[in-house]
């Protein structure tokens, strides 16, 4: 696509950036068969193809951004499907989140929109805040049909939707005292599912001591970041990127580390993005590289391990939902199904797999409609599976899915937890009992 930014624009380096993102779109449409809002809404705007027009637009001309540019920006899930099947090698995901900040300097928001987003940003990133508006939640859920119903309260209405009735309670976990003879790696401790799903946590941490391995919680680590980057405010995404690679350098100092493994894709996308994120940073930018290049999803960790034979089968079919962020932004797709095959379970794969669930993050709640659509479309795929339980390996496609779903959600490192001798994560389910045809 020919463009025509100006030297001056050329000079600012997310301009550069996505100039040369801009410029290697053929308009060919191939990514229009994977866009979930496309497949959604059949709207040439809500395709990348339509979006990268008005990005283009926009940019070049340095103009506020239109609610028309807004509207259809927004509504990506920033999912990257588009970039797996696009034959040009388009940086769509660098280029939408630089028309997201762009977005946020130049455009003032209804006041609804700017209240819900300061509330998510506010409270979704730190555990603790979090924990205390869901117990508010279970007190106001009764509201929730009414706040769907009004204009301006529709995302109140799917936060308390989403929130669920009752929380795990957390075992207090701290830095494994097994002193690993394969090695020593850091833990990305999240923020949202700590909350949610601690358990994850707990079975990825009693596997990777099974397998050798001692397991760090950095004491000084915060928020990946990544809420905050896809809305578009990108110094307060930085700032948590910096304060990260700080806390793990430490760790680097205190005894080395083999990798910083995630639990949720979602962040892991993130803290893999680090370099190009501080790339122009002259203190920061090789440190943020460096850590990037420890980062592992902790599927993609443990397929290069080698894993002990299955303590006993299971004989359970297991439906694998690859979410958007492992699949598209990281590009692990086969680690997951491979390690629950040779755990000993009969892994099938939906229809559309990939498609989106309507997770993506914060999208669920600020854009309640398509992603209601997306998970009711997902859900349904997966159960004419007839699976004993669902596997994914990012907190929101869990929660996303368990909301519309009566067949257990679980990590996919919980599976593997138990199948190396841990707990089953569903204990009195009837998935918990052998599959019979």
């Known amino acids: 696509m020919k463009t025509e930014f100006t030297p001056v624009q050329l000079a600012d380096p997310d301009t550069a950036v996505s100039a040369g993102a801009i410029r290697k779109c053929v308009h060919c449409g191939f990514c229009t068969a994977t866009c979930p809002t496309y497949v959604l809404l059949g709207d040439e705007l809500d395709s990348p193809r339509g979006r990268i027009y008005l990005i283009k637009n926009m940019l070049e001309q340095g103009r506020a951004p239109t609610r028309e540019d807004v509207r259809h920006i927004d509504r990506c899930l920033s999912c990257m499907a588009c970039t797996t099947t696009c034959p040009s090698g388009v940086d769509y995901m660098h280029l939408v989140d630089h028309a997201r900040s762009y977005i946020e300097e130049n455009h003032r928001r209804p006041l609804p929109q700017r209240l819900i987003r300061a509330l998510v940003l506010s409270v979704l990133p730190h555990p603790g805040r979090f924990r205390v508006a869901l117990h508010l939640?279970?007190?106001?859920?009764?509201?929730?049909?009414?706040?769907?119903r009004i204009t301006g309260m529709r995302s109140l209405g799917a936060m308390l939707r989403l929130a669920p009735r009752r929380l795990e309670r957390a075992p207090r976990s701290e830095s494994s005292i097994v002193q690993g003879e394969k090695g020593r790696v850091v833990l990305l401790q999240g923020c949202a599912e700590p909350v949610l799903r601690p358990r994850f946590r707990e079975a990825t941490m009693r596997l990777l001591n099974r397998l050798g391995y001692s397991v760090v919680l950095a004491r000084e680590e915060t928020c990946c970041g990544a809420m905050h980057h896809h809305a578009g405010n990108t110094?307060?995404?930085?700032?948590?990127?910096?304060?990260?690679?700080?806390?793990?350098?430490?760790?680097?100092a205190n005894g080395g580390l083999d990798a910083i493994l995630t639990t949720a894709s979602g962040c892991g996308t993130t803290l893999k993005d680090y370099g190009h994120m501080l790339r122009e940073d002259a203190e920061y930018a090789e440190r943020a590289r460096n850590i990037s290049a420890l980062v592992r999803d902790v599927s993609e960790f443990v397929a290069a391990v080698e894993m002990p034979p299955p303590s006993e089968p299971k004989n359970l079919v297991v439906a694998y939902h690859a979410a958007c962020s492992l699949q598209h932004a990281q590009k692990v797709t086969v680690q997951p199904v491979d390690l629950l095959r040779r755990a000993g379970f009969t892994v099938v794969q939906?229809?559309?797999?990939?498609l989106c669930c309507g997770s993506a993050g914060t999208?669920?709640?600020?854009?309640?409609?398509?992603?209601?659509?997306?998970?009711?479309?997902?859900?349904?795929?997966?159960?004419?599976?007839?699976p004993d339980v669902i596997a994914t390996g990012n907190i929101g496609c869990a929660m996303q899915i368990a909301a519309r779903s009566g067949i257990p959600v679980v990590h996919t490192v919980e599976l593997l937890d138990w199948a190396s001798?841990?707990?089953?994560?569903?204990?009195?389910?009837?998935?918990a009992?052998?599959?019979?045809?």
Not at 137 to 148: C, S, V
Not at 433 to 437: F, I, K, N, V
Request: contains cysteine; proline residues 9%.
């Open 137 to 148: 939640a279970r007190w106001t859920r009764g509201m929730a049909g009414l706040f769907a």
């Open 363 to 386: 999208y669920n709640i600020l854009q309640p409609e398509l992603a209601e659509k997306l998970g009711e479309r997902k859900v349904r795929a997966i159960e004419r599976l007839e």
């Open 235 to 252: 110094r307060d995404s930085l700032d948590a990127a910096r304060r990260n690679i700080v806390a793990w350098e430490r760790e680097i």
């Open 433 to 437: 009992q052998p599959h019979r045809d």
């Open 350 to 354: 939906p229809d559309e797999s990939h």
């Open 421 to 431: 001798g841990g707990p089953c994560p569903m204990p009195g389910s009837p998935s």
